[in-house]
């Protein structure tokens, strides 16, 4: 089961909730590079489960395997699971790699225990898991509201080449979202004042973006706070849009900058002609396409 990327497009970090999570405005957009997840049914109980490709837990702690966990309690079956994940994606990178594992965990058990969930099923498991899980449900485009748990769909008109840069930062969440409160004088921007995107008033389809109207609005409220902690950040942004890009943003809290290109040969001569640093990782990827993207070193 693929288990793509994503790329937050538009991120605005609202007020503060009850929960002690803060509402968030944003716009989702998956990629084609992707983790893998497969699941398999074994002959004992419990969970076994294993990592390709980083190093990361396989307990409780991974966002995987608490999926598994919640899909199994959701059926009240003790069935024993094999899971194993496959990762092209970096991790702590603002590109939603644990997230959309777990979404992948969930659609694959819904089919291998033969579930008969519901998108809306799933997705109401996946918030209970981690936040930015009930978009890769919704995807390849949405609108993303509350802490996550509210997704539109949108249709996005066209595709664009992603050059994908990683600098070797393990940005932690949390610890993000403490740095953008302590920084910020003056409260959130209101939700009046962020744009609209309406349904279809006739047949109710979801809205139509196009990428004309989406560039100009592109942002991210933890890109000048994530950059002041980490220069390099703004280095890589400054490098993407030296060599071409539409605009070039942070992911989600960091670490990776992604620059947008209107099409597959001006992403890879960018990516090509990066000036890379030890312990950079770059991909080309594209928005819309059928095959993965490609790592670049």
């Not at 003056?186 to 744009?195: H, M």
């Not at 139509?208 to 280095?235: I, R, S, T």
């Amino acid at each position: 089961m693929a288990a793509p990327g994503k790329v937050n497009l538009i991120l605005r970090v609202l007020d503060r909730r009850p929960d002690s999570y803060h509402n968030v405005w944003s716009v989702m957009q998956a990629f084609d590079l992707s983790d893998t997840v497969i699941a398999e049914t074994d002959g004992g109980e419990g969970i076994r489960m294993t990592c390709e490709g980083a190093d990361l837990p396989t307990d409780s702690t991974n966002l995987a395997y608490r999926a598994a966990e919640r899909a199994l309690a959701r059926l009240g079956r003790r069935q024993g699971i094999r899971l194993v994940v496959r990762k092209r994606l970096p991790v702590s990178a603002g590109v939603g790699g644990g997230s959309s594992d777990a979404a992948a965990t969930i659609r694959a058990l819904a089919t291998l225990l033969e579930t008969g969930w519901s998108r809306d099923d799933m997705a109401a498991i996946g918030g209970e898991v981690g936040s930015d899980v009930p978009f890769f449900f919704y995807g390849p485009m949405a609108l993303v509201e509350g802490r996550g748990e509210r997704v539109a769909p949108l249709q996005l008109e066209g595709e664009r080449w992603l050059v994908l840069v990683n600098p070797g930062i393990a940005i932690p969440t949390a610890w993000a979202y403490g740095k953008l409160a302590a920084a910020r004088t003056n409260r959130a921007q209101p939700p009046e004042r962020l744009p609209r995107f309406a349904p279809n008033p006739v047949t109710g389809e979801p809205p139509v973006v196009k990428w004309p109207d989406l560039l100009p609005l592109v942002g991210n409220d933890f890109a000048p706070v994530m950059e002041a902690e980490y220069p390099v950040l703004g280095e890589i942004r400054l490098l993407l849009g030296a060599r071409g890009a539409e605009a070039a943003l942070l992911s989600g809290s960091g670490s990776t900058v992604f620059g947008l290109f209107a099409d597959e040969r001006s992403a890879r001569v960018a990516a090509e002609g990066l000036d890379r640093r030890p312990g950079w990782r770059v991909w080309v990827t594209r928005t819309q396409g059928r095959s993965p993207g490609t790592a670049l070193g």
